[in-house]
């Protein structure tokens, strides 16, 4: 019987492999989900090297809670990974949700990176 970080594992690879073929070019929108923080980065898998990054943990964060484990500070995360990310020159991404479902926290961030002026 496969463990849950097994099933995770094969989740985010079939993904991937799904985002590779699709991406043509663009650079990844990648998010991390923690328990009481959220990470989010845009990769240029072309040549390996993070273009923007944010998280609940930065300095520049800001929430009206306290935490970075709610939909609020997803979405602030969101939009200050477009903010970065645009001012780097992406506007199109390819959104790589990892091995977590489109809901929640993970929804929240997409839709701030949109607003952002990001667009997938």
């Given at each position: 019987?496969?463990?849950?970080?097994?099933?995770?594992?094969?989740?985010?690879?079939?993904?991937?492999?799904?985002?590779?073929?699709?991406?043509?070019?663009?650079?990844?929108?990648?998010?991390?989900?923690?328990?009481?923080?959220?990470?989010?980065?845009?990769?240029?898998?072309?040549?390996?090297?993070?273009?923007?990054?944010?998280?609940?943990?930065d300095?520049?964060?800001?929430?009206?809670?306290?935490?970075?484990?709610?939909?609020?500070?997803?979405?602030?995360?969101?939009?200050?990974?477009?903010?970065?990310?645009?001012?780097?020159?992406?506007?199109?991404?390819?959104?790589d949700?990892?091995?977590y479902?489109?809901?929640?926290?993970?929804?929240?961030?997409?839709?701030?990176?949109?607003?952002?002026?990001?667009?997938?």
């Open positions: 019987m496969s463990t849950l970080q097994e099933l995770r594992e094969r989740r985010r690879k079939r993904l991937r492999f799904q985002l590779r073929r699709k991406a043509g070019g663009r650079p990844r929108l990648s998010v991390f989900r923690a328990g009481k923080n959220i990470y989010a980065q845009v990769i240029d898998d072309s040549v390996g090297r993070t273009v923007a990054a944010a998280s609940s943990l300095k520049d964060f800001k929430s009206g809670g306290t935490t970075g484990g709610n939909r609020d500070a997803a979405a602030a995360v969101g939009k200050l990974v477009a903010e970065r990310a645009v001012a780097a020159g992406v506007k199109q991404v390819v959104f949700r990892g091995a479902l489109y809901h929640g926290r993970v929804k929240a961030l997409a839709e701030a990176a949109r607003e952002g002026g990001l667009s997938f």
